[in-house]
């Protein structure tokens, strides 16, 4: 069973930090990507960080500078560290991951875990 699990989410002050953490299990097929998607009310998702399987980042515009993403292989845990929290990064943050089986494609994800940063 395929098990996408988020934790680390709360209410913080703006300038604070967070960590997110996100431990996958039960996928079977090759993990190619970890990524933190957002989805704040009234506001289109956005992808704010993904890491691939050999370690490359990718960071939203928004993000840059004072988020990073990273993981831990052996874990299947993919983390998010949020500083200098703005309270437009307020959201739902989800946690979602894309395997691969030779050309199939699966991507799982989290329930999401809440992110609260206030002004």
């Known amino acids: 069973q395929v098990q996408v699990v988020e934790s680390g989410g709360g209410l913080v002050q703006a300038g604070g930090a967070l960590r997110l953490s996100c431990a996958a299990s039960g996928i079977i097929y090759s993990i190619r990507t970890m990524a933190w998607p957002r989805q704040a009310p009234g506001k289109q998702r956005e992808l704010v960080a993904t890491i691939t399987s050999d370690g490359s980042t990718n960071y939203a515009d928004s993000v840059k500078g004072r988020f990073t993403i990273s993981k831990d292989n052996a874990k299947n845990t993919v983390y998010l560290q949020m500083n200098s929290l703005k309270p437009e990064d307020t959201a739902v943050y989800f946690c979602?991951?894309?395997?691969?089986?030779?050309?199939?494609?699966?991507?799982?994800w989290g329930q999401g875990t809440q992110v609260t940063v206030s002004s």
């Open positions: 979602a991951v894309t395997a691969l089986r030779i050309v199939q494609r699966y991507d799982y």
